[in-house]
C-alpha cells in the first residue's frame, strides 16, 4: 500500500483497470473523505451520503476502463461521478418519498391533506400526467426505451447506450426524435412543451 501513496491518480487507474483492489483502496484512501464532503452537500442525511459515497467507488472499479487521462483529471471525474449520484438519489427521493412503516401510518399519510397542495393544480397535474403518459405509446419501443431510462431511472446517455449496447450517437437520435415525437403529440392535445 506504502508503493501506491507514491502514484498519481492516473497511474493508479491504470492498475485498477488491470484489477488491482489495492490501487482502489489507495485511491479511496486519498479521496474518500473529500468526495463525502461533496455528497454531503447535497444530501445531508450522512448515512445516505456514505452509500453514495461506497456507490462512487463501486463505479469507478466497475467502469475503470471509461476513465481515459485525456479526457480530464480523475478528480473531475470522480467527483462528477459522485454529484450525479448524489443528485440521482435526490431525484429518487422527490419520486418515491419514504414508505409508511405499517398500514396504520399509510392510511394516516392518505387523509393528510397537503399543507402546500392546491386541489386544482393537483388535478391540473394529474390530467398532464395521463396526457404524458398516453403520449408515450405513439413513440416506437427503441424510443421509449431511451427516454424510460433516462428520466425514470436517471441515466446519461452515455450510460444508456453501455446499458442497451446501442451507439451513443443512436441514443442521442432516439431520444431527440422521440422527444420531438412528443412534443408534437402533446401539442396537438394543448399540454404546454
Same mark, same amino acid.
Not at 488491482?20 to 454531503?40: I, K, N
Not at 461521478?81 to 401510518?105: F, G, N, S, W
Not at 424510443?143 to 446499458?163: N, P
Given at each position: ?30 479521496? !474518500?473523505? =473529500?468526495?463525502?464532503?461533496? +455528497?454531503? *452537500?447535497?444530501?445531508?442525511? /450522512? &448515512?445516505? #451520503?456514505?452509500?453514495?459515497?461506497? %456507490? ?25 461521478? !459522485?454529484? =450525479?449520484?448524489?443528485?440521482? +438519489?435526490? *431525484?429518487?427521493?422527490?419520486? /418515491? &418519498?419514504? #414508505?409508511?412503516?405499517?398500514?396504520? %401510518? ?88
Amino acid at each position: 500500500m506504502e508503493a501506491q501513496a507514491n502514484l498519481s491518480d492516473e497511474q493508479l487507474m491504470n492498475q485498477v483497470a488491470n484489477g488491482d483492489s489495492v490501487a482502489l483502496e489507495a485511491l479511496y484512501d486519498r479521496h !474518500a473523505p =473529500r468526495v463525502l464532503g461533496v +455528497v454531503m *452537500r447535497i444530501l445531508p442525511d /450522512r &448515512p445516505v #451520503a456514505e452509500e453514495v459515497l461506497q %456507490e462512487t467507488f463501486w463505479r469507478i472499479w466497475d467502469k475503470a476502463d471509461a476513465y481515459h487521462v485525456d479526457r480530464g483529471t480523475f478528480t473531475s471525474w470522480l467527483f462528477s461521478i !459522485a454529484r =450525479r449520484q448524489a443528485i440521482d +438519489v435526490t *431525484r429518487r427521493q422527490k419520486v /418515491r &418519498p419514504q #414508505a409508511a412503516r405499517d398500514e396504520r %401510518e399509510a392510511t394516516q399519510m392518505q387523509l393528510r391533506p397537503d399543507p402546500d397542495g392546491h386541489v386544482d393544480e393537483a388535478a391540473w397535474l394529474a390530467i398532464q400526467r395521463q396526457q404524458v403518459k398516453s403520449a408515450l405509446t405513439v413513440l416506437s419501443p427503441e424510443q421509449y426505451e431511451v427516454i424510460a431510462l433516462a428520466y425514470y431511472q436517471g441515466l446519461t446517455r452515455q450510460e444508456i447506450a453501455e446499458s442497451t449496447g446501442s451507439p451513443l450517437g443512436t441514443v442521442h437520435t432516439r431520444a431527440r426524435l422521440g422527444l420531438q415525437k412528443l412534443r408534437t403529440v402533446l401539442e396537438a392535445q394543448g399540454v404546454e412543451a
